[in-house]
């Protein structure tokens, strides 16, 4: 897709919304089309397609956003990208529709390899706070850690140590947002590989739970 082709799509999107169709719903569709794993906008890196395998549904949002500002309500942006409050509900069969099967797809390995992912060391080490505070010891001598180390054989900078050379970048402490996503996913096939499926199962679980939480305590600051 050509330059001119990718300005279709935005000509679309905003006919689709001038003519009075919801425009989060018009996003989506636009979405569905949009054929860019990443961009260089305004100096800026975007990007959609996390290691080509997890869509990062609200970054494309606030790509197209860019594009059509004017025509929403600057109240309404803030709500979806700020805190994933889309102005109108849409369903899992829904947005499976909008998406298409593959963008679907994606958008599902984004969820759990990155979204749950993040919550998986958080959820591990209150397991072993409980397992120690059962014991009778304090819980201050267990912190994330050891949970990244139980969950992943390694601490957290060792991993992201390792992370950054198998991707090529240089050496340092901090990440920027999207190579902690990258990190976040690498850390997801990770344990796919190095766990046994009950233990993945289970920790998964625990993480989708913390998640709940954690997006409940998030739309209780949002109201």
């Known amino acids: ?30 979405i569905r089309q949009w054929p860019y794993a990443e961009e260089q906008v305004e100096g800026e890196r975007y990007v959609y397609l996390i290691d080509g395998e997890a869509l990062d ?15 929403v309500p600057e109240e309404q942006i803030v709500d979806l990208l700020a805190w994933d409050h889309p102005p109108s509900e849409v369903s899992r069969e829904e947005l499976k529709s909008m998406l298409g099967p593959e963008k679907y797809r994606t958008y599902l ?35 994330i850690d050891d949970a990244y180390q139980y969950v992943y054989g390694s601490g ?7 992370f950054q050379r198998d991707h090529g970048l240089p050496q340092r402490h901090s990440m920027t947002l999207t190579e902690v996503k990258e990190f976040t996913y690498w850390l997801f ?3 796919l ?3 046994d499926k009950a233990r993945v199962a289970s920790d998964t679980k ?3 739970t913390t998640l709940h939480h954690y997006t409940e305590a998030r739309a209780r600051l949002s109201l």
């Not at 549904?57 to 790509?63: D, P, Q, S, T, Y």
């Not at 993040?118 to 080490?125: Q, R, S, T, Y």
């Open 1 to 30: 897709m050509d330059q001119s082709d990718k300005q279709q799509i935005f000509v679309e999107l905003r006919d689709n919304i001038s003519a009075g169709h919801d425009w989060y719903r018009a996003l989506l569709w636009a």
């Open 57 to 71: 549904l609200m970054r494309l949002c606030e790509r197209l956003l860019i594009e059509i500002g004017d025509l």
């Open 109 to 143: 390995s984004f969820l759990y390899g990155i979204l749950v992912e993040e919550m998986v060391p958080h959820a591990v080490l209150e397991e072993l706070r409980k397992a120690r505070r059962a014991s009778g010891l304090t819980r201050s001598d267990v912190d």
């Open 156 to 162: 957290k900078q060792e991993l992201a140590g390792q």
């Open 189 to 191: 096939k990770l344990r």
């Open 193 to 195: 590989k190095s766990s």
């Open 206 to 208: 625990r993480a989708l």
